[in-house]
Each structure stands twice: as C-alpha cells, then as structure tokens.
C-alpha cells in the first residue's frame, strides 16, 4: 500500500473507487452532482484539484493497494496557516486503520510540506466512526451546527473539529502512523 498524489494517471482507478463506493459514501455524506460519474467528469475533477495543488491551496492524494484506490486523503482550503482535512476509505477497507492512515498522512504533510499550525475537520453526526478517528489524533470539537444539511429524509447536524499541530506529540504521531502502517502492510 502507499499513497501517490493524485494526477490525471488516477482518473480510470478514480472512477472506479468512486462508483464502487457509491451507496456507501452517499450514506453518509451529500451525493456527488451526477455528471462527475465519468470520465469526462472525473478528468475534470482532478484537473481543479491539480490546479489547487499547483496554487498550494490544496493537496489531494490516494491510497493504493494493488493497483486499485482504496482510499482518498485530501487537504483543502489551506489559507494562512489553516487547512480543512477530509479522507474517504472505501467500505470493503474499512476498519483495517485506512482513516488513521490517511490522517496520519495528512497531519505530516500539513506540518513537513504546507508549515500549517492548525488542521480542522468537519463531521456530520451521522459518521461516530471518523470522530474516533479525529479524537485518536487529539482533535478537539470545536463547534457544532444543528441543521447543517438533509440526507437521506433527515436532519443532519455537523461538528467542527480543530488540532493545533503545536500541541499535537510529535513522537506520538510516529508511533501511531508507524502502527498503523505495520497493521495495514505499508
């Protein structure tokens, strides 16, 4: 396994992962406008995320696992010092420590690549699993907004989430990246 950032060499392995995992993302977060279900739109797709990797206003990578997308790790909105984390794992991987894995990227690249000192993260109250997630690596709610948005016929609420890299251990992060890696063969 290994994550590659992402580039237009993807788009055949992204529309697959994307499809593939259709239902599951859409159980728990808002769908996808139905146009970026092919080629055209997923070329699309990662032709604005290269365009923010290029601005450095963003960073999108994938996890590969025998040629196939298992995973998405994405950091967007990197104004100042700041940046909003947001991953998707697919569901045959889920449970193995791929969301760990991919913030444990993140949180790395945030601090070796882009210097920032603050990560946020957004959950809907739908998803405890990725607040697990977030609380292994010491993120913080920071607010929650009832009504945030309607899926599936109900009422979701979000909660902000926030890190200080500054106050994140950096020995504990190399421990805890190095165990889930050796848990999920990288």
Same mark, same amino acid.
């Given at each position: 396994?290994? !994550?590659?950032?992402?580039?237009?060499?993807?788009?055949?392995?992204?529309?697959?992962?994307?499809?593939?995992?259709?239902?599951?993302?859409?159980? !728990?977060?808002? @769908?996808? #406008? &139905? #146009? !970026?279900?092919?080629?055209?739109?997923?070329?699309?797709?990662?032709?604005?995320?290269?365009?923010?990797?290029?601005?450095?206003?963003?960073?999108?990578?994938?996890?590969?696992?025998? #040629? &196939?997308?298992?995973?998405?790790?994405?950091?967007? $909105?990197?104004?100042? $010092?700041? +940046?909003?984390?947001?991953?998707?794992?697919?569901?045959?991987?889920?449970?193995?420590?791929?969301?760990?894995? %991919?913030?444990?990227?993140?949180?790395?690249?945030?601090?070796?690549?882009?210097?920032?000192?603050?990560?946020?993260?957004?959950?809907?109250?739908?998803?405890? &699993? *990725?607040?697990?997630?977030?609380?292994? !690596?010491?993120?913080?709610? +920071?607010?929650?907004? @009832? #009504?945030?948005?309607?899926?599936?016929?109900?009422?979701?609420?979000?909660?902000?989430?926030?890190?200080?890299?500054?106050?994140?251990?950096?020995?504990?992060?190399? +421990?805890?990246?190095?165990?889930? *890696? *050796?848990?999920?063969? %990288?």
């Amino acid at each position: 396994m290994k !994550f590659e950032t992402l580039n237009s060499s993807h788009s055949k392995q992204l529309l697959d992962f994307e499809l593939e995992n259709k239902a599951w993302f859409e159980s !728990f977060i808002a @769908p996808r #406008d &139905a #146009d !970026f279900y092919s080629n055209v739109g997923v070329s699309k797709h990662i032709a604005v995320l290269d365009a923010t990797m290029r601005s450095k206003s963003g960073y999108s990578t994938v996890l590969i696992q025998n #040629d &196939a997308i298992v995973a998405r790790a994405n950091l967007k $909105d990197i104004t100042g $010092d700041t +940046a909003y984390i947001g991953y998707r794992v697919a569901k045959n991987m889920t449970s193995q420590g791929i969301a760990s894995l %991919c913030v444990a990227q993140l949180i790395k690249v945030a601090a070796q690549q882009f210097s920032l000192t603050t990560l946020r993260a957004q959950v809907l109250n739908n998803n405890p &699993a *990725s607040e697990r997630v977030l609380h292994k !690596f010491a993120f913080q709610a +920071a607010s929650t907004q @009832p #009504d945030f948005l309607r899926l599936n016929g109900q009422s979701l609420a979000c909660t902000e989430f926030s890190l200080r890299l500054s106050e994140l251990n950096q020995q504990a992060l190399q +421990a805890k990246s190095s165990l889930v *890696s *050796s848990k999920v063969g %990288c």
